[in-house]
């Protein structure tokens, strides 16, 4: 008998903390989401602003990580990284994503589809300059997905960049590095149900602008 096989296969969890009816649900999804994001910040979750963005090559190749959320609006959802990456190399040549959000402490989930852009210059050097000096000297630091021969090549760099800015708190911004704005065209949120009968309420985006809810079958 195969341990390891048997293991997983009867690793199940019920779900049946709550429900969700699209006669429930607020008419706008933006609200909608800052309704269950409230929640699961009041919960405790460890960092309920991780998400994983899923991208693709122009060729529909895809990948996966995950990022934080660092902000959200009507407009949509807003996250920051080095824009040489390799998701950013694929948002060039793709511009459309997926995020997701896994809350398992509330049996929750979100999956937001839309199209991607780069959000101002503006907005990228407050964010870039709010952040802790550690983590603004990092965006230096590393060239993020290129292949290096060892951790050495990260610490030696950082080293040097702490000497050049040791009497600065507030670095420049790196010109490769910056946000992007998820733009949904989709927002689909899921609840947990016993027996794997899961309510999921999807909002899709109409060419009049306003937004459509609908139930999926789980």
């Known amino acids: 008998m195969n341990l390891e096989k048997t293991t997983l296969e009867n690793l199940r969890q019920e779900y049946s903390a709550r429900s969700l009816s699209e006669k429930d649900v607020n008419s706008d999804p933006f609200r909608q989401f800052e309704l269950w994001f409230n929640e699961a910040m009041q919960s405790g979750i460890l960092e309920p602003n991780a998400l994983t963005l899923s991208t693709a090559t122009s060729l529909g190749k ?70 802790p000096k550690g983590s603004q000297l990092g965006a230096w630091v590393s060239e993020q997905s290129t292949v290096i021969a060892d951790r050495e090549v990260l610490e030696n760099k950082l080293a040097e960049l702490e ?43 109409e060419a009049d602008g306003n937004w459509k809810i609908q139930r999926l079958a789980p």
């Not at 959000?101 to 999956?111: A, G, N, P, T």
Request: charged share 25%; glycine share 6%; net charge positive.
């Open 62 to 131: 895809p990948s996966a990580r995950v990022v934080l959320l660092k902000g959200f609006s009507d407009e949509g959802f807003t996250f920051f990284t080095n824009y040489n990456s390799r998701k950013g190399h694929e948002l060039r040549q793709n511009p459309f994503a997926c995020i997701s959000f896994f809350w398992l402490e509330l049996q929750r989930q979100i999956i937001i589809e839309g199209v991607i852009e780069k959000v101002s210059l503006d907005e990228s050097t407050r964010y870039y300059q709010t952040r």
């Open 163 to 205: 000497n050049q800015y040791a009497n600065q708190e507030v670095l420049p911004k790196p010109e490769y590095w910056g946000g992007y704005l998820l733009k949904p065209s989709s927002i689909e949120f899921w609840q947990g149900r016993p027996s794997r009968l899961h309510d999921r309420i999807q909002y899709i985006l």
